[in-house]
């Protein structure tokens, strides 16, 4: 929702490449999940980052890796991208892990591996 | 792990009729149960989530129901318009990992 701030909107690269995007966090808010959403399918959970460290880890290689900062923002790192990493790169803030908090999301980072 | 199903995947009513959208999950652990609406080419918005101890909630034309016996949740939108048209996503998560169903496209007809 409005607050969650994510750079850039778009991207092209190429097979092989390295890609790296950026999520800043709702004010108040100190935990940032990653979620990528292919053409047709919801969103599927990458990873979480809770003060500095990821905390919880989807189904997803190791070429996909993050980052989380002091000031609780966070990246995303794609290696060697494939074809099939072409989709929609979505930031989610929150409130520390728990129970109930609401998840709100970045308008997302669209990405076209070629 | 969780697994959530959603059911219809594709949804047409007339501009005033209702709509219903069911959902089912299987961690009887997920306790928040978000729905978002995702318009073509933007992000999931969310439009109404529930907790665990709650039964039911409303906002305005927007309802969600919980069924945490059968493990059931449900979303419905009453008096629907044509800009309610959009692709609609349940979810659930016990510790802010949301796990999605698999989207219901819901298409309003004026």
């Known amino acids: 929702d409005a607050g969650v701030t994510q750079s850039p909107t778009h991207l092209i690269k190429t097979r092989g490449q390295q890609v790296t995007l950026r999520c800043s966090p709702k004010s108040g808010h100190d935990t940032v999940s990653w979620y990528q959403q292919a053409l047709g399918q919801g969103p599927q959970f990458i990873f979480q980052y809770y003060e500095e460290e990821e905390r919880q880890r989807g189904n997803f290689p190791d070429r996909f890796s993050g980052h989380q900062f002091p000031n609780y923002s966070s990246e995303l790192n794609v290696n060697a991208l494939l074809l099939g990493d072409s989709a929609l790169y979505l930031c989610?803030?929150?409130?520390?892990?728990?129970?109930?908090?609401?998840?709100?999301f970045g308008e997302g980072s669209w990405l076209t591996v070629v | 792990g969780e697994n959530v199903e959603q059911h219809p995947s594709t949804l047409s009513v007339q501009e005033g009729d209702s709509a219903v959208i069911k959902c089912t999950y299987s961690d009887s652990a997920s306790n928040y149960f978000p729905w978002y609406k995702q318009e073509l080419g933007k992000r999931p918005q969310l439009i109404i989530d529930i907790r665990s101890n709650v039964g039911e909630k409303k906002d305005q034309r927007i309802a969600v129901t919980l069924n945490k016996t059968a493990k059931h949740f449900s979303l419905h939108i009453t008096e629907t318009q044509p800009e309610d048209s959009a692709v609609y996503f349940c979810?659930?998560?016990?510790?802010?990992?949301?796990?999605f169903g698999t989207g219901t496209r819901l298409l309003v007809s004026p």
């Open positions: 979810a659930a998560t016990g510790f802010q990992k949301l796990v």
């Open positions: 989610a803030s929150s409130l520390p892990p728990g129970s109930g908090n609401t998840i709100y």
